[in-house]
């Protein structure tokens, strides 16, 4: 086995970096360090069983270079492909960015899998495809999928891209679309929010929206952990499954007072008006796990014990 | 009102534009004439509201340049995006042929759409973004969107950056969901083939697979009629609807015989095996338009009276 994990230097290609050596065999990473960081590869570059390579990969001609410089040390068996532009904002301003760094490095993937032969694709994909559906519960065949994000819109792209690519030459497919992961090495998101703005004012919290924006949360961890089930256990040949924490999850204001009762007690909090954080955020959806749960997999946290453990990792980092 | 249709010179763009001529207003027209031809717009040129730019759409800076004559004549208010890679194998060759024309194409539009504050975008999407479903009905919310040609595939990609510019930027999207569609100008499909093919060896037929695929097949005159009904009827900011003759099809048998009828009278046929005639292809499917019909549309041709009337079209065309 040789594993090749795009956008390896993120936040999720790191802890998988770290949680596939653990398995064996070779792994192999390309990333284009503008969101993720090399200091995320510390722990797992020190194995000699693991390769970095720096590469843009919507640049398919350098691209190429690094496919040719793994396959020739260890042909690659399977490519985990992580790599996207996570600032789903700076997508919306600028259409071009989730062109580029969301879908052109899912077709330059699957145009040198082809050529290299290369039988799977694991794919994180996202809950974003739904769009807003509203109280609808989002199954794995909930349509028409109608994203309102850039991001969304590409990681959809993406998908209908493998899709196509199963029908001739990949063998074997899985896409995961999952929603709101949390844990460290944390960049963006809630909670290193909330975090950091209470470093600045330690005496009150600002949140952005009314607080009653609810959302599942899910931990890397147990995001790695059900990925890696699926890809033991499902039979599709195009295996889509959502992952999620299984349960209602929890809203930003008890986000804000946990944040607020472990990083700054005694804080107070100033909610804002509406429950839409920023254009393209869904503010609420019901997030079926059923398909997951009917091939066996149990969640081991849920969205409060993802946001406990996540905020623990958090204060932890920012204090480093 | 001032309306750009993409990919003008094509078989759908050049019968859209006499039909919105008809209607009043500017029609604009871009294409880049790789498929598309001049002669099919030898009708509409004539007219005094019609003007056309041959332009690649996958160039942006050489697509703006049109955007900006076009727009200096009349402000655009709506684009009918009709362009794309109509030669699905060949997209299925070489996947990077419906990444530039079938999505680039879109992607263009949407960036000069939303700097030239262009409102309304109309999207010729296609059945082919619902994949191999084998007998499941489709319908508007079928999912999962798994589509099995490189065209089925940037179609859907198209669907979904149409869907987030709705949400930033632009005020409402015509999604148009429709399969095998027929008549003239006719450059591709199966009764053009079968007619060239008699041409050729008058007394013999060959038909690639056994005739047992079945399929509904829609008339462009039908398609156009539908697709101004929803224009003028649908409600929804994000119109989606399957566009179809509203029955279960004809198989290729029927079509095989129909053709040897009316262009070579007693000519035998020779059937091949299997019913899935070239990779990509989806053998045979179940199209509802009952989405359509709830918003008060009628059929008026069924695909036997479709392919009745587009060969009796092509047999005229060939022989000119």
């Known amino acids: 086995m040789s594993i090749l994990i795009t956008g390896v230097a993120g936040f999720i290609g790191c802890n998988l970096a770290g949680t596939l050596l653990e398995r064996g065999g070779y792994v192999f990473g390309v ?78 993937t699957l145009e040198l899998m082809r050529e290299f032969k290369v039988p799977v694709i694991a794919f994180a994909s996202s809950s974003a495809i739904y769009g807003d559906l509203g109280k609808r519960p989002l199954t794995e065949d909930t349509g028409p999928l109608l994203p309102i994000s850039n991001y969304g819109a590409m990681k959809l792209a993406s998908e209908a891209a493998i899709s196509a690519a199963v029908e001739s030459g990949i063998a074997r497919a899985y896409l995961f679309r999952f929603p709101n992961v949390i844990g460290i090495p944390s960049t963006h998101g809630v909670i290193l929010d909330f975090v950091r703005k209470l470093a600045v004012t330690p005496d009150n919290l600002v949140v952005l929206g009314d607080g009653t924006q609810q959302k599942g949360y899910l931990h890397v961890v147990e995001l790695i952990d059900a990925m890696l089930f699926i890809r033991d256990k499902a ?12 349960d209602d999850g929890v809203t930003v204001r008890f986000i804000a007072e946990e944040t607020v009762r472990k990083a700054a007690p005694g804080a107070s909090i100033t909610f804002g008006s509406g429950n839409k954080g ?28 993802a946001v406990r453990l996540a905020l623990h990792q958090i204060v932890e980092q920012e204090r480093r």
């Open 31 to 108: 990333d284009n360090l503008c969101r993720g960081s090399l200091a995320n590869l510390y722990d797992v570059e020190r194995n000699p069983r693991f390769s970095f390579i720096e590469v843009d990969m919507a640049d398919k001609t350098a691209y190429r270079r690094a496919f040719v410089d793994f396959h020739a040390r260890d042909p690659i068996t399977e490519v985990w492909h992580m790599a996207a532009n996570s600032d789903i904002p700076a997508g919306i301003a600028d259409a071009s960015i989730d062109l580029r760094d969301t879908f052109m490095t899912t077709f330059n």
């Open 235 to 246: 039979p599709e040949r195009i295996a889509v499954y959502n992952i999620g924490p299984g």
């Open 278 to 305: 920023w254009v393209g955020d869904v503010p609420q959806f019901v997030y079926s796990v059923d398909k997951l749960r009917a091939l066996g997999y149990r969640n081991q946290l849920g969205s409060v014990e």
